[in-house]
């Protein structure tokens, strides 16, 4: 990838998952390759195909079997990789009823370092604390 040489992990859900978190429960809805660099042991790139409609949320939206989602990441410094581009296409269905096409294309570009923040310096004496009494409610 880009020069870098990389892993390529053809994932496919075993029948027999069973996930332990919401967001774990996706993968079983997900077939995809993911693009690993050798060097750095992070993602390069990911394609992800649904072949079964995931429900984010009890009703709040589905996303519909056939849709894809294409990743790529950008090696900005060492060991820092950051996303370049998102693509997704397919269908979706907000709130059971609207259904919306997706068609999204989201590009990153021109990262640059953060200034450090100055350093900040605190004089004085800390404030006491009040201490806790007890209080009725009526």
Do not use: C
């Amino acid at each position: 990838m880009n020069g870098r040489p990389a892993w390529l992990v053809q994932m496919t859900p075993r029948p027999d998952f069973r996930p332990v978190t919401s967001r774990g429960a996706m993968l079983k809805h997900i077939e995809g390759r993911l693009w690993i660099d050798k060097a750095e042991v992070q993602w390069a790139r990911a394609d992800a195909h649904v072949i079964d409609p995931i429900s984010i949320g009890w009703i709040i939206a589905r996303i519909g079997a056939g849709a894809d989602i294409h990743l790529d990441f950008e090696r900005v410094a060492e060991g820092v990789w950051l996303p370049q581009d998102i693509d997704i296409n397919g269908s979706a269905r907000i709130m059971m009823v609207h259904r919306k096409d997706l068609k999204e294309h989201v590009a990153f570009s021109r990262y640059s370092r953060a200034e450090e923040p100055p350093a900040v310096q605190v004089t004085g004496t800390p404030a006491k604390k009040k201490p806790l009494t007890k209080r009725s409610f009526r």
